[in-house]
């Protein structure tokens, strides 16, 4: 039954044709009877008039608008050559509400208006002189309104398909509105990933350069030392696979897993760890916190750890030989500060002055962005005295 169905909408004028054909028999056997009755000729041009009626039904959905003119001059031929109303002339409502509910705007109200004439034309040309004026009217009154009925049903079929055509159009949208926003998160996401991949390289690789030169250079003098040194390349480089594991498995499934192994986000309590790991490494870090320590929003705990670990990172790769370094976290009633200096030598000018690029399109780019994102401001550039300094002020609230 559904194939049925599914086949009729799909060949809507094989349907019409056979209504047409229906039509055309009712139509021919009504003239037969009713000649037959009143023992009169049948007029030459009533079949040809029934054929075209019924065409009308046959082709409306295909061609309303020329269809509706073909009826109105049908009806206009009915009028000259005296042929009274048949079982055919039920194709002036069909065709008024077809083209009410699909046709042109300009048909549309040719429609109703050929609709709210046609009785009464028709009842001028045959005027039933044995029934009183006031009958008259009233048969005239009774005949006009299902046309005015077809063709408002027609016009309301056309607003309903309008209204879900506007629903189709805009869902259609807001759905590629979403695809795009959904592009965006994603390319915002990447490029946090990346910042993310940059910083813990970044970090673990000078680690474990600095480690393996200082085991390099003590292995046969001081054999303890260089044991230390290889222990610390081997749970620094276990670290940074922990950190890529976690970030590439983000970029293969586009969410975050919780459990196995990835490691949660580093905070601000995690930067007395990081702390540690630079003093072992052999960089000297003075590391205090200044306020009351509280907990903080998540996005600001990262970046206040990712600027820290980016900063001692360009002191080891910047800063020479005998680099010191020291980190202050200031908690304020509304925000964190932070400010890690430097006296080594001091880092290139391309790091500060051409947006912060360090040769590899991260750094102290990344410091801004991550600073950005939580409505915070930044300042970096070399110390009067020599080395360099990072400032940031990371507020509570998100920026408006």
């Not at 980016?310 to 020479?320: F, Q």
């Not at 070399?382 to 940031?392: D, E, V």
Request: with cysteine.
């Amino acid at each position: 039954m559904q194939r049925l169905y599914d086949f009729l909408r799909r060949h809507p004028t094989w349907v019409d044709g056979f209504w047409a054909v229906f039509l055309f028999g009712i139509s021919v056997l009504f003239e037969v009877s009713a000649r037959a009755d009143h023992g009169t000729d049948a007029q030459a041009a009533v079949v040809p008039i029934i054929l075209l009626l019924c065409l009308v039904i046959a082709l409306r959905r295909r061609m309303p608008e020329k269809m509706l003119l073909l009826a109105i001059g049908i009806g206009v031929a009915q009028l000259v050559v005296d042929v009274p109303t048949t079982p055919g002339d039920f194709a002036f409502l069909v065709i008024v509400y077809t083209v009410a509910a699909t046709g042109a705007r300009w048909a549309s109200r040719l429609a109703l208006a050929m609709g709210l004439g046609a009785a009464c034309v028709a009842h001028l040309r045959w005027w039933n002189h044995d029934a009183t004026a006031l009958a008259n009217a009233a048969l005239i009154v009774f005949q006009t309104v299902p046309f005015a009925l077809a063709w408002v049903l027609g016009d309301s079929i056309r607003t309903r398909r309008a209204y879900f055509a506007q629903l189709e159009e805009r869902a259609s949208r807001l759905e590629k509105e979403r695809e795009a926003q959904a592009k965006v998160a994603v390319a915002a996401e990447r490029a946090r990933i990346a910042r993310e991949l940059h910083d813990v390289v970044a970090h673990n690789v000078s680690v474990m350069v600095v480690q393996a030169d200082g085991a390099a250079y003590v292995l046969d003098a001081a054999p303890d030392q260089a044991k230390k040194a290889l222990e610390t390349i081997s749970s620094t480089g276990r670290q940074a696979l922990a950190e890529m594991r976690r970030l590439l498995g983000v970029l293969r499934t586009g969410e975050h897993q919780e459990g196995g192994e990835y490691v949660p986000q580093p905070d601000v309590e995690q930067i007395d760890d990081l702390v540690e790991q630079c003093r072992t490494s052999g960089l000297p870090v003075d590391f205090k916190i200044e306020g009351t320590p509280r907990p903080l929003p998540s996005g600001v705990e990262l970046t206040a750890y990712r600027i820290v670990q980016e900063a001692l990172t360009n002191t080891r790769k910047h800063g020479g030989p005998n680099a010191g370094a020291s980190v202050r976290l200031v908690y304020f009633d509304d925000g964190l500060g932070l400010l890690v200096e430097d006296d080594g030598k001091g880092a290139p000018h391309e790091l500060y002055e051409d947006g912060g690029a360090d040769g590899q399109g991260h750094g102290l780019i990344g410091m801004r962005e991550r600073v950005g994102m939580v409505g915070g401001t930044l300042d970096a550039g070399p110390r009067p005295g020599g080395g360099f300094r990072i400032s940031a002020l990371l507020p509570l609230k998100p920026a408006h």
